[in-house]
């Protein structure tokens, strides 16, 4: 497509219910990121993908966060568990180039998750 | 460690004000330098960027940033701006991955 495409838009959810959020980046890219955005904050960097390789996934909060991207493409971030304090704006990024040093990334319009 | 200040977290202006917003940063070594902006209900977007060169970087919508390399400052400015420059701003440092500031919201009077 022509941009990145996150969905649900939006997402309610029990505590204690797990949840999944998708991201489809653009045709192509070969990195893909994954932030969290709490509000009134910057996004912070949760998780990044060279194709299907998940190489760093050192901002992931807890072992209740759960990423893949099986075939390079599409990827899905899980967040098994929830509590209140995952509400925030999951955002999805990819770029063409290998941890888009230079030509920065394109955001998807994020994943609003509450939690109650 | 990579890190990001924004200083001015709301900056209020009337319209063809003078705009500047401030960004340091904190890294020792080479670093590629971005101002995104969110518009409300929008997705984030790539207002310029900054890897090398001349140190006055001009990007979308009149923006332009200018680095200076001894003062760890990548301030954004504009020279008059308008109602629907109203967003929040954040600078961002990418050393892999992106660090972000923790945005400015920018509001516009009419």
């Known amino acids: 497509g022509a941009g990145v495409s996150q969905s649900p838009r939006y997402k309610v959810a029990k505590r204690g219910q797990d949840v999944a959020l998708r991201c489809d980046p653009i045709?192509?890219?070969?990195?893909l990121f994954w932030y969290q955005q709490a509000l009134g904050q910057g996004p912070e960097f949760l998780t990044y993908f060279q194709n299907e390789a998940q190489l760093d996934k050192s901002g992931l909060p807890s072992d209740r966060f759960f990423a893949e991207r099986p075939e390079g493409s599409v990827s899905t971030l899980k967040i098994q568990r929830t509590q209140q304090e995952d509400s925030a704006v999951y955002l999805c990024?990819?770029?063409?180039?290998?941890?888009?040093?230079?030509?920065?990334?394109?955001f998807g319009s994020g994943t609003r998750l509450t939690v109650v | 460690a990579q890190s990001v200040s924004q200083h001015n977290h709301h900056v209020i202006l009337s319209e063809a004000a003078s705009l500047e917003l401030g960004c340091n940063y904190s890294?020792?070594?080479?670093?590629?330098l971005f101002w995104y902006v969110q518009y409300p209900g929008q997705h984030l977007q790539l207002l310029l960027k900054y890897f090398s060169g001349d140190p006055l970087v001009k990007g979308i919508k009149g923006f332009e940033a200018e680095f200076i390399k001894s003062k760890f400052s990548f301030n954004l400015r504009k020279p008059s701006v308008q109602w629907s420059d109203t967003a929040e701003y954040f600078c961002a440092v990418n050393a892999y991955p992106i660090i972000f500031g923790s945005g400015t919201r920018l509001s516009i009077r009419p």
């Open positions: 890294y020792g070594g080479t670093v590629n």
């Open positions: 990024a990819s770029s063409l180039e290998d941890r888009g040093l230079k030509a920065g990334y394109t």
């Open positions: 045709s192509g890219h070969v990195s």
